[in-house]
């Protein structure tokens, strides 16, 4: 993503709802996003074919983007149909510790469920990537 793109997403950014999940019979209306999650992707499909990167952009609200700052919360986001899931670590059988999972394939899209793609996104920022925190470091 160059730098007009960035700038041609924050220019949406106003008339952006956050696509994440916040349950059942909630509008989206309700929660204007106030960022994006930029997550940058690149995998290897088998030994022969590298899949060439993309970026994956999801707008955000202000309050899931608190939550994906604070460790309270991990996010499974399925990046095939978009849908996501929250987990409260807390009550998890699992010991979660990152911010997003990103799945490749869920129940709702798919039975076939293909894998996490790991991200350890400690090694690269030291959170999650947002958009506004991309351009400041640009500004900066
Ligand atoms: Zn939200
Ligand atoms: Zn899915």
Redesign the pocket.
């Known amino acids: 993503m160059n730098e007009i793109d960035r700038l041609q997403l924050l220019a949406e950014l106003t008339r952006e709802f956050c696509e994440l999940n916040h349950g059942p019979n909630v509008r989206r209306e309700d929660f204007p996003a106030t960022d994006y999650i930029v997550m940058p992707f690149g995998y290897a499909e088998n030994e022969m074919t590298e899949v060439a990167a993309r970026e994956m952009v999801v707008p955000v609200c202000y309050d899931c983007a608190t939550a994906l700052l604070g460790n309270e919360w991990t996010l499974l986001y399925?990046f095939?149909?978009?849908?996501s899931q929250w987990i409260c670590r807390r009550f998890a059988k699992n010991s979660y510790q990152h911010h997003i999972l990103w799945?490749r394939?869920?129940?709702?899209?798919?039975h076939e469920f293909g894998g996490l793609y790991f991200n350890d996104f400690k090694a690269v920022t030291d959170g999650v990537g947002f958009l506004r925190e991309h351009m400041g470091i640009m500004a900066a």
């Open positions: 399925c095939e149909c978009c849908s799945l394939g869920c129940p709702h899209c798919t």
